[in-house]
């Protein structure tokens, strides 16, 4: 079952506060009801006059008012008494006036009286969860309060884990065959073989010098456990506290220290390390190492070294002249010409092109991006990212940024892309583009089977040395990977066995001896296939070319590097298809899929319905174990936010009818989670809460309203997809961008510039293009006589110096590059607030943008136009429970914890 395992301390810690307050609320609540019952005979009572009735419910508000108990009148106080004084010799102020003062004094009382029913329910909301087993026990593998045996799928996961990691016979790769190759790959010219000493140089150098334990390289390691998932979230919670002790910061830099000092000697602990396996939320089990707090602190400095260093190096050997460019654009004689007829224009510039923005992507997301990740808690990316764990990403930023540990993306407010929807995002445009321009497009894509687990030591061991490692960190790296190892679910009777191969999860060494083992795949694609660029997220691979020939070579390079490195691609993950033509014969069957997204012939993404399927029905079994309301929504939470991650972000280059997709499967799987309720999620909350607890009629508000105010924030899959479809942005034809572009304003543009060229008194004379001057450089000598180059020649440019196409290109990849909010349809208002309640909305709904502006996001902008008004007339503002009777706040950090599944 889902589970939320926040560390128990901190649970028996939330409980006692929670009693506490519920104790004063009770007490509240029982001193107020007497006052609630006498305004309300006041109100009902015919016989009492206007005026009478406004002074008597004056003297109960002042006598139920103590400073820690404000009521809610829609005034001041003390303003309807002046008025009251007022209206005894005012003729003017009539008796139905007089009423509605009354009526808006008793009002406050009724507020009140909600605002205490309501604290009473979160209250026990709370106190259900804290006390079910979910939220709170011994250690974390008891919160699963799973059986025992597990199920079937995880005992047939860990077998194969087990057969790929214990076992090398037969597996193990040859260390002289992989240097063989590699000086094939890397020594084909004198140039390059000197780009490679000089790279194992400075490696060495490194090595030796450059790695220096500091505090803020173990506050760096810290952040990035946090993150990457390794630790339970009882050591998770240690982590925050050690951050915010200073004192205690110094003392583990000092044994850090001591650590590294022994590093020849370093080893694991003799009687094992423990390993739990963890169902993530798509179906797959991970394999994580249960290490002591300081060693993992450690190991995560040194990988940090190591993922920076071996970052920096193949950087280097990729900005160097042996990495062929992936497309040629324009020769040097074609560039010359263009330049000397479009004089000054805009389309002579290479900086404003679709070849500058492949590059630009190539290099700031899909290169090495995980070795990065790994230096930068920003950018880091869970090895599962469709996970749907955003929100517990931006979760863990603020309690960085709360706690005085600023991150990158703190200083500069920068905007992280979700890789994996960039890649699908570039991936799509780049179709549209090579359909329109060449008739047919291919894709390939790929995975290793069991990447993690599979890499052979040797592999790893031999390819590092080659690179210039030296050979006491070839010593440490060896017995890192050769960690002893017994499962938890064993027993203490587990059998120890030593690790022969595959590296352990959420590690940032790892993380550097996986990106070294594919860098040098990286290498032999773009070498053997012409400049082609394998992109990649861990060993999710992917590439596309519009000439098939090109993509059997980088297909061919991948295979030949595979065997000789010992690994195996993923058949079930393999596949090609070729829009527009017939799939080349070399290529590898197989559908392309991304997520639930299934690619087919027409180059249209559509949702693969069977595969929701199989998730409905494992959303089903994990909310049916879920014991309390609380874990119920964040379990149902992470599902829709799973399911919305994987239909793929909204962009242009799927058009609307991808929105209307997604729309309409979220609405089936409504249908049938609920059918007993109308398909309503709202509405089976509702009866399970009035069965539970008592308390009906709830509005609906209330279900999606932050818990930081008092709600129960479910979250609503339709609000961003309608919102965007609504914005009127996405078109029924992605593919018009370029077409429109092809057919009419390539041939306005050209006319636009022959027209100049021919009323020019002679070749280079100032143009209307004036203000792109700075762009220019050497231009072709071209007779006085010589005729405007042809239209196709203008042609040649479109990728490599047109910005219009640019412009296309980059508008069309939509939500992978730029923020949501850029096409979402706003809605036109939402409730007006008082001064403090806009004070409180925008301190927890507020964020800051990459200008410093505060506001609140799309979303909730939307959940207070549709419920707001409700909302404030019932609780007369935003706060439906107030902090001081209830731990809000802390409830809000402990539901951010990550969600351990049913088993």
């Known amino acids: 079952m889902p589970s939320s395992s926040a560390p128990p301390p901190f649970a028996q810690v939330l409980n006692s506060i929670t009693e506490t307050k519920f104790s004063e609320l009770t007490k509240k609540r029982k001193a107020f009801i007497p006052h609630l019952d006498a305004v309300r005979s006041i109100v009902d009572d015919n016989t009492i006059n206007p005026r009478d009735k406004v002074r008597k419910i004056i003297e109960k508000n002042t006598a139920t008012s103590p400073s820690d108990l404000r009521l809610r009148p829609a005034g001041d106080v003390k303003q309807y008494e002046n008025l009251l004084r007022l209206s005894e010799y005012d003729p003017s102020i009539s008796e139905e006036v007089i009423k509605s003062w009354a009526q808006k004094l008793s009002n406050g009382f009724e507020i009140e009286d909600q605002m205490q029913v309501y604290g009473g329910l979160f209250a026990n909301l709370l106190k259900e969860w804290l ?49 063989n190759y590699l000086d094939q790959l890397f020594n084909d010219s004198l140039e390059t073989e000197s780009t490679l000493e000089d790279m194992r140089e400075r490696i060495k150098t490194a090595a030796k010098y450059y790695i220096i334990i500091t505090e803020s390289a173990v506050i760096e390691a810290m952040q990035m456990l946090l993150k990457n998932d390794l630790l339970s979230n009882e050591k998770q919670a240690t982590v925050k506290e050690f951050l915010q002790n200073k004192v205690v910061l110094k003392e583990i830099t000092d044994v850090i220290k001591i650590y590294f000092s022994s590093i020849d000697t370093w080893s694991w602990p003799e009687d094992g390390v423990t390993v739990e396996m963890r169902r993530q939320i798509n179906g797959k089990y991970r394999v994580y190492m249960d290490e002591e707090i300081i060693q993992a602190i450690f190991l995560q400095c040194i990988g940090c070294f190591w993922c920076r260093t071996l970052h920096q190096e193949f950087q280097s050997f990729h900005d160097s002249p042996a990495w062929k460019p992936t497309t040629q654009g324009l020769s040097a004689k074609e560039s010359s010409r263009r330049r000397t007829f479009l004089k000054n224009g805009p389309g002579i510039s290479p900086k404003f092109s679709i070849d500058e923005t492949r590059r630009n992507l190539q290099q700031e997301q899909f290169f090495l991006g995980q070795l990065r990740g790994e230096t930068d808690v920003d950018l880091a990316l869970p090895y599962d990212d469709d996970n749907g ?227 409905i029905m494992e959303l089903r079994l994990q909310l049916a174990a879920c014991k309390t309301v609380f874990s119920w929504v964040q379990a149902y939470n992470k599902y829709m936010r799973f399911f919305t991650t994987n239909f793929a972000a909204p962009a242009k280059c799927f058009g609307v009818e991808h929105v209307n997709q997604s729309l309409d499967t979220l609405h089936r799987i409504q249908k049938e989670l609920f059918p007993d309720h109308q398909g309503s999620v709202i509405l089976y909350l509702s009866s399970v809460i009035e069965q539970r607890f008592g308390v009906s009629d709830i509005p609906t508000g209330w279900f999606y309203w932050p818990v930081r105010l008092g709600g129960l924030e479910l979250h609503n899959p339709f609000i961003n997809l309608s919102a965007i479809k609504n914005g009127g942005t996405l078109d029924e034809d ?132 549709i419920w707001g008004e409700e909302m404030v007339e019932k609780w007369g503002g935003y706060c439906i429970v107030r902090d001081e009777l209830l731990p809000l706040g802390m409830v809000e950090v402990f539901r951010s914890a990550k969600v351990r599944w049913e088993q």
């Open 734 to 865: 992605p593919g018009s961008y370029f077409k429109k572009l092809s057919e009419k304003t390539d041939r306005q543009n050209y006319e636009n510039y022959k027209r100049e060229w021919n009323s020019s008194p002679q070749p280079g004379s100032p143009s209307m293009w004036a203000p792109h001057a700075h762009v220019l450089t050497t231009r072709a000598t071209i007779s006085d006589d010589e005729e405007f180059f042809s239209f196709a020649e203008y042609n040649l440019g479109r990728e490599s110096h047109c910005p219009e196409w640019a412009d296309a290109f980059n508008e069309l990849m939509g939500t992978g590059a730029i923020d949501i909010s850029y096409f979402l349809a706003t809605p036109d208002k939402y409730p007006e607030l008082a001064p403090e309640n806009k004070v409180e909305i925008m301190k927890v709904l507020g964020t800051k943008n990459e200008y410093g502006t505060v506001s609140i996001d799309c979303y909730w902008q939307w959940i207070m136009a």
């Open 131 to 179: 006390s079910s087993g979910q939220a709170i026990s011994a250690k974390d593998s008891d919160w699963e309060a799973v059986e025992k045996v597990g199920r079937k799928e995880m005992h047939d996961q860990r077998a194969v884990f087990e057969k790929f990691v214990f076992n090398s016979d037969g597996f193990d790769t040859d260390a002289t065959k992989i240097k």
């Open 389 to 615: 764990d955003s929100d517990d990403d931006e979760q863990f930023k603020k309690e960085l940024k709360a706690k005085g540990k600023k991150t990158k993306a703190s200083k500069k407010q920068k905007k992280t892309p979700n890789l994996k929807q960039s890649l699908l995002h570039l991936m799509a445009t780049e179709a549209l583009l090579n359909v329109n321009l060449r008739s047919q497009h291919t894709i390939v894509r790929s995975d290793f089977e069991w990447f993690g687990p599979s890499l052979p030591h040797t592999s790893i061991l031999t390819i590092l040395e080659y690179f210039g490692v030296p050979e006491r960190w070839i010593k440490f790296f060896r017995t890192f990977l050769e960690a002893p190892l017994k499962f938890s679910d064993d027993g203490p009777g587990a059998v120890i066995r030593t690790r022969s191969r595959g590296v352990p999860m959420s590690h940032a060494l790892s993380t550097a001896f996986g990106e070294t083992v594919l860098f040098c795949m990286d290498y032999a694609v773009n070498k053997m296939a012409d400049g082609t660029f394998l992109y990649r997220i861990h060993d999710d691979l992917w590439f596309w070319n519009s000439d098939p020939a090109k993509c059997v070579k980088a297909w061919e390079a991948m295979k030949c590097y595979a065997d000789v490195v010992g690994l195996k691609f993923n058949q079930e993950k393999t596949g090609s298809i070729c829009i527009g033509a017939k799939v080349h014969a070399k290529l590898p069957s197989g559908s392309i899929k991304w997520g639930f997204l299934v690619l087919n012939s027409s180059g249209k993404f559509v949702i693969d319905q069977e595969a929701v399927n199989t998730h």
